[in-house]
């Protein structure tokens, strides 16, 4: 009976709902909205994002996450109506007289409401899997598709409805319970979303749900967990409603039922909310323990591991592991505890020596093996453990800090949960990082955060799987039969590898070079991209290493190169410590599934743009070419790109992320010191970069990480920063890291050490080390010892001063000449400048030079600050020198910058265009950099300039920010005061921003604040030399912005103090030019004279940069 | 089936009394609720449908408690309110097909034969793919006894069903109530118009100010009437002095002035002729000598 009274209330409420226009309309929106999105995602022109097609839940996943943000809008309003209705409808009264509970009638009103959205999920899904039919080759997740409308729309739909509902029970005011809901969901949206493991996001577009044809769901209990706690309130909501309604109960009896289940429901929910953060917590609270034990232990002496078998057979989710460890005490003390890091989810069960068992403690990852007798220096020996069980992936990557390390990953509509590693069924990807072998001594300390001396160790493996199933490692590989696999790696290395699943090989040998593609079966779609260019492929690749081995002066040490293809899920986070991502392994890169995560990695999209671009270009079509081109673009972009160059995703994905680069020197050859474990990243990245241009990209008004860089180290010194750490601000799109620190430092270390002892004689000792030091560490008293016998220069001292002083090399410039000389018959375009570096440290300036190139496309030079790189010199300057820099060039020079590297120039991009070279002079060229007389100071004779960074400058903040504002801005305090012109929306207070064309000695700043009736004012004082006439000017620079909401240019308004009154003066920057303008003579005080500015004006915003008296002879 | 009502009062949480000790014995046949606006009746009916808690007193139906048993009493009952115009986005044969659902007819058959049957009693079947929302005041009317009826309750209450009817719809509701005031069951029809109830209604109970005044047959209150119910032919002062005094239940132009029959307590007039009371001339010297009494 109950069953029929739900059905037949659902079904028409069901046949209601779908008659108000409100719903018809939001439902047609939906349908044609998403209809056409679909469309596009599968129209080659569009450029829709490859992940859409790639993956075949993505289009499904992305419909109802979609649709969920405005159903879930929309179900406030219906669920509200309802209950509008029956207040307002006179006939429900006959409803209400008939037999049924309460619980009924709410229940069979909220399904009523549910099925229509149902209706509408399902015709949305429809849409998104036959598209996503159309568009994926691959094999189609029937599971993933039913499981979003159960896990997106179902929760969210039963809260926001049992909400909606109880809102409106205790209102009683459709109105009012929209303001209310809608308030609430804006808030978690825009504020909450993110906030407490996205605890809030009831909506679920923070909940990863990423499908992967791979590996499936990343944390299927955690979205449980998440979608449990939403349905159980909603429950009880519902419930809570059946106990307020507005209609006597069918029973005395039961009447408080509703209540108190409901109650049960929403503690119930409360409890999973207790048990989802709990977990997360858990989660920050063992990596802070793990991390904390390997502060305690990371100066125990470890022995060095030689070599390793592993013979592991794969059951499940588990693995059971037999390792042989060769161990060598290489320490000057014997060892009485061998400390040995392992994956904490990994038993273990033995550990023996000839056949002896030896006592062992575990704690978290650590595991202490007690020898029976202490393990003396010089001494070998061989040590037996035995390991099973499951992976804890909370031990990888501890080197992010707790409170920063995020879980979340967002690509396009889509939240990917990280995973570290995978040990399922039929799919198995672990990596060094997970410890799934014994590794000596500890993973990340704090204390030590860029200790990574990892051994380099002869592995052997060998692995029983089932049998449908492919195991991939390091070595060359052997199969004994079905799901049996042993690997033998030919070199030590630092690291292995296993992944295990459905692979498919695809490979082709190259000269001494295997390289094989991976694919797992059903993700074969690029097979008909390259049909035709089957034979130039092994020219392509021989030409491309080629290349890359010019460029980095480093050979390919290995016997293969795998790309081997992982779920979208896994990180590719990057240590502190190391180069790239941890996709990066000994012989094979690991590339998320069918390369969705990698740029051009659509070749149906490639193909067809390769082709019209060569159309345009009249060009011949032909498939092998397109296919060729696309081929090495692929290679090119991913795997040998360099920095500066942009990615997709690049919150996410940067050069480092994919670079083969540690292939070719981390996993072959690391520089080993004690002292300073930062040297082996200093080496690595001067080693990748020696021979790459320095671009600047900043894509952004704000700072350049750069510039941040520039800002930590002058605070402290590089020591402390390594100690401290850097307070990472959330707040910030991109903060620095001591990585980024610690690759600019090196980068600088490596660069004055070539620029001082020669480029071309650091580059080749440096080359002829590495060959001689393959597959092992080059300690570093042989690196010094190279440099002494070679170079006659010790480096510990330097590289001392490089580590613990704070101190940074500063440049100034002056005089700027560009003008055309004849040479000969010629004539060519000559530009010359003075260059400084009064500090005390020797610093590097790189000089990039635009020439005018007429066939260039200037109009897409969107970005002002990134030039083309026609002409490019780098140019030391030791501490307290100054030189001539001269440079002439056969075309005319367009602009010019000059990048500052680690200095105390802010910006650290200098940009300076040439207006022309009308003038023609007869001097001599100077083709070179000369060293003259020392300068200091800009400011010249008979001039006190008074800049916005000086002691003299001060200015009245009266901010006046909206209330609501200051509420959502309260405790936030940016970390560097530097920040980037607002042309839209300027600041109501002083701010400081940083522009190549504003004056300053080594920064060029100055405060802006939006313009406003002369509340807020900014003074100059200066202590003059005498009591006299000085001419005052004031530093402009017309700001071009683009985006602006006014075209008017700002008026200036000053008050000049002094000795006889007070003169007002106000002038347009329309008529002002760039630089000093003058403002007027008075008679003033050697410590009285003033200047004020206030932000009065009729344009948006003022800028107050620098003042200047100049005594009037 | 039998109704039993002790004590029953209402009292608004603004204070109002709507009803005081209200004691009703009610069964099978039509039961007429006749008293002004404002009487209680709704109140009363109301707290009969389950609509709203009674404030003290008991009711029994069928030996059931209204305070908890309201599932079987709800099964048991049609209703019809006196309000019945706004309709949620449903057509005429939706809404019924609604309220036969709701009545426990499970069977998509059995409730379509109902609704045809129903629509052709009430005359609507050719406005059954209409809106209800849509349908004139007298058809939402027959709708509404439509649905009160289609599950064939054992209790129909009907609130004030004929206001707003014209008299052909008045006549046609009158019949649909007196066909069913034949079988076992019992029809609580609440109005203020006294011919609704006349020629039905076995007993009825008057209710003014929240209080039964009168509970019999209709003939005991016609009874009571005897010998206070006046035909005159009158004109002029007499005729104004006589409306001051008497109240006048019906008046007739005549050559000469007027015909017109009074309801009072005692008339000294020659020209008086005493006449036959009914229920209307009843209801009227009840509810007057109430009014004397207060």
Redesign the interface.
């Known amino acids: ?1 109950s069953l ?2 739900i059905r ?2 659902a079904a ?1 409420e069901m ?2 709902l779908l ?2 226009w409100f719903f018809r309309i939001f439902a047609g929106g939906a349908i044609l909205g998403l209809g056409i999105f679909n469309i596009a995602l599968n129209v080659e022109a569009s450029g829709a994002p490859w992940m859409y097609k790639a993956i075949a839940a993505s289009i499904p996943y992305a419909n109802l996450i979609i649709l969920n943000l405005g159903q879930a809008i929309v179900a406030v309003f219906l669920a509200s109506e309802f209950l509008k ?1 029956d207040r ?4 429900v ?9 309460n619980g009924i009638y709410i229940l069979g009103k909220a399904l009523g409401i549910l099925g229509v959205f149902l209706v509408l999920n399902v015709i949305i899904l429809l849409l998104g899997i036959g598209f996503s039919f159309i568009s994926n080759t691959g094999s189609q997740r029937i599971f993933a598709y039913l499981a979003y409308p159960l896990l997106i729309s179902l929760p969210t739909l039963v809260y926001i409805l049992g909400l909606s509902f109880f809102v409106m029970t205790l209102t009683k005011n459709q109105a009012i319970t929209f303001i209310i809901l809608t308030g609430y969901i804006a808030l978690t949206i825009f504020y909450l979303n993110k906030k407490a493991f996205h605890i809030f996001d009831y909506i679920a577009y923070q909940v990863p749900m990423m499908y992967s044809s791979i590996s499936g769901f990343a944390r299927l209990d955690e979205i449980l967990l998440h979608r449990m706690i939403y349905l159980l309130w909603g429950i009880g909501f519902i419930l809570l409603t059946v106990y307020k309604l507005h ?7 039961f009447s408080t039922l509703p209540l108190y289940l409901g109650l049960v429901f929403l503690f119930a929910g409360g409890g999973l909310v207790y048990r989802y953060l709990d977990t997360k917590h858990a989660a920050k609270e063992f990596r802070k323990h793990a991390v904390a034990l390997n502060n305690r232990y990371y100066r125990h002496a470890k022995p060095t591991v030689s070599s390793c078998t592993l013979e592991l057979v794969h059951n499940r989710d588990k693995i059971e592991v037999v390792s042989l460890l060769t161990l060598h005490n290489r320490n000057d003390l014997a060892i009485d505890t061998l400390i040995f890091s392992l994956n904490p989810g990994l038993i273990v069960h033995s550990v023996s020596k000839n056949h002896l068992p030896l006592r062992f403690e575990r704690q978290l990852h650590l595991l202490s093996i007690f020898p029976d007798e202490p393990f003396k220096p010089g001494d070998s020996c061989e040590i037996t453990l035995k390991y099973s069980g499951k992976v804890d992936e909370n031990i990888c990557f501890l080197d992010t800090p707790p409170d920063d390390y995020t879980e979340i990953v967002n690509f396009e509509v889509f939240t990917l949960r990280k995973r570290f590693a995978f040990l399922q069924k039929d799919f198995v990807c672990l990596t060094g990082e997970t410890i799934w072998y014994p590794v000596a001594g500890t993973t990340y300390a704090t204390d030590a955060p860029l200790l990574n001396e990892p051994d380099f160790v002869r592995f052997t493996l060998s692995v029983t799987t089932s049998p449908e199933l492919t195991a991939i490692s390091q070595g060359s590989s052997t199969s004994k039969g079905p799901g049996i696999f042993d690997f033998h790696p030919e070199y030590a290395l630092p690291r292995i590898s296993l992944l295990i699943g459905q692979y498919n090989q695809y490979k082709v040998q190259v000269d001494s070079v295997e390289y094989s593609i991976f694919a797992i079966h059903g993700h074969e779609y690029f097979k008909p991209f390259f049909d035709q260019a089957t034979d130039t492929v092994p020219v392509l690749i021989r030409d491309l290493k080629k290349e890359y081995e010019v460029k980095t002066g480093l050979k390919y040490p290995f016997k293969r190169f795998m790309l081997a293809e992982v779920p979208v899920h896994f990180a590719l986070d990057k240590h502190l410590y190391s180069y790239t991502s941890d996709a990066v392994q000994p012989e094979m890169i690991l590339c998320p599934e069918k390369g969705v995560l990698l740029d051009n990695a659509d070749f149906r999209n490639r193909n067809y743009r390769i082709e019209r671009e060569m159309k345009n270009n009249n060009e011949e079509a032909l498939p092998e070419e397109i296919q060729s081109r696309m081929f090495k673009q692929f290679l090119q972009t991913n795997f040998l790109s360099q920095r500066g160059q942009g990615f997709d995703y690049g919150d996410v994905i940067n050069w480092e992320t994919f670079s083969v680069f540690p292939e070719y020197l981390g996993f072959s050859t690391q520089l080993q010191s004690d002292q300073w474990p930062v040297l082996e990243m200093a080496f690595e990245v001067y080693m990748g970069e020696r021979n790459e241009h320095a671009i600047s990209v900043n894509w952004y008004e704000g700072l350049s990480i750069n510039e941040k860089i520039n800002l930590e180290l002058s605070k402290v010194s590089l020591e402390e920063l390594l100690r401290k750490g850097i307070e990472s601000d959330r707040n910030e799109d991109r903060p620095v890291t001591i990585r980024d620190v610690a690759q600019s430092k090196g980068l600088q270390l490596f660069n004055v050490l070539r620029a001082r002892l020669g480029e071309q004689e650091v580059d080749s000792l440096v080359s002829r080390l590495i060959a001689d030091y393959p597959h092992t560490r080059i300690p570093f008293d042989e690196f010094n010892g190279r440099f002494r016998d070679h170079l006659n220069t010790d480096l510990r001292q330097e590289i001392h001063n490089w580590y613990v002083q704070n101190s940074l090399p500063g440049y100034l410039i002056r005089n700027i000449n560009s003008y055309k000389v004849v040479d000969g018959e010629v004539t060519r375009y000559q530009i010359r400048f003075g260059l400084s570096n009064p500090e005390s440290t020797d610093g590097i300036v790189t000089l990039n030079v635009e020439l005018n190139d007429p066939n260039r496309n200037t109009n897409n030079n969107f970005f002002q600050d990134n030039l083309n790189v026609d002409f490019s010199r780098k140019i030391f300057l030791p501490a307290h020198s100054s030189r001539d820099v001269g440079f002439v060039f056969n075309t005319e020079p367009a602009r010019m910058s000059l990048m500052t590297h680690i200095s105390r120039n802010l910006p650290g991009n200098l940009i300076y265009s040439f207006s022309g070279f009308t003038e023609t002079r007869n001097v001599p060229l100077l083709d070179d950099v000369i060293e003259i007389p020392f300068f200091d100071q800009e400011a010249g004779k008979n001039e006190t300039v008074v800049d916005n960074e000086d002691k003299g400058f001060t200015y009245q903040q009266a901010v006046n920010q909206a209330y609501l504002k200051s509420l959502v801005k309260k405790n936030k305090t940016d970390r560097y005061k530097y920040s980037e012109i607002w042309a839209w929306n300027p600041p109501r207070e002083w701010r400081e921003v940083l522009r190549a064309e504003f004056y300053g000695n080594f920064i060029h700043s100055a405060h802006y604040t939006r313009g406003g009736t002369g509340e807020r004012t900014a003074s100059w004082k200066a202590v003059l030399p005498e009591k006299a006439m000085y001419d005052v000017y004031f530093y402009m620079d017309k700001v071009n912005v683009g985006w602006r909401r006014t075209n008017k240019s700002p008026d200036y308004n000053f008050l000049i103090y002094h000795d006889n009154g007070v003169e007002k003066i106000n002038r347009s920057s329309e008529e002002a030019e760039n630089g000093w303008n003058y403002l007027g003579t008075f008679s003033f005080s050697s410590d009285t004279a003033r200047v004020d500015l206030s932000n009065k004006t009729i344009g948006d915003m003022v800028f107050a940069d620098a003042m200047k008296w100049v005594l009037n002879e | 089936m039998k109704i039993e009502i002790r004590g029953l009062s209402k009292i608004y949480p603004n204070g109002k009394h709507a009803l005081s000790d209200i004691n009703l014995d009610i069964e099978n046949g039509m039961f007429g609720l006749l008293g002004p606006n404002g009487a209680g009746k709704s109140s009363l009916i109301r707290i009969l ?5 009674p404030t003290t007193g008991q009711v029994s139906v069928n030996g059931f408690d209204l ?9 048991m ?1 049609g ?3 006196q ?8 057509k005429t044969w ?2 019924l097909d ?2 036969a ?4 007819i ?1 069977s998509k058959a059995v409730r379509h034969k109902k609704i045809d049957e129903w629509l052709e009693k009430v005359g609507l079947f050719d406005a059954r793919d209409r809106q ?1 929302n849509n349908l004139s005041g007298g058809m939402k009317r027959r709708l ?1 006894i439509a ?2 009826l289609i599950g064939s309750p054992n209790i129909i209450i009907v609130d004030e069903p004929t206001t707003g009817l014209d008299p052909e719809e008045r006549i046609r509701f009158r019949n649909i109530l007196s066909e069913l005031s034949q079988q076992d069951i019992i029809i609580l029809l609440s109005t203020h118009i006294v011919g609704d109830i006349s020629s039905v209604c076995r007993e009825l109970a008057l209710l003014n100010e929240g209080k039964v005044q009168f509970n019999g047959p209709p003939e005991t209150l016609v009874e009571k009437a005897r010998g206070h119910v006046w035909q005159v032919q009158t004109a002029g002062v007499e005729y104004d002095m006589l409306k001051e005094n008497f109240a006048v239940t019906s008046t007739i132009p005549s050559e000469d002035g007027w015909e017109i029959q009074l309801v009072g307590e005692k008339l000294d007039l020659n020209s008086a002729t005493e006449i036959e009371p009914n229920l209307e001339h009843a209801y009227v010297y009840f509810m007057e000598s109430l009014t004397g009494i207060s």
């Open positions: 009976m029929h009274l037949i209330i028409y046949r209601t008659r108000s209705q307002k409808n006179d006939t009264e006959v409803i209400y007289a008939r037999s049924m509970s209609r006597l109960p069918q029973t005395q009896r | 449908v389950t609509l709203i808690p305070m908890k048993d309201r599932g079987e009493i709800r099964k009952l209703y019809l309110p309000d019945f115009r706004f309709f949620s986005k449903l939706e809404f609604y309220a659902g709701l009545a426990g499970k209800a509404g649905q009160a």
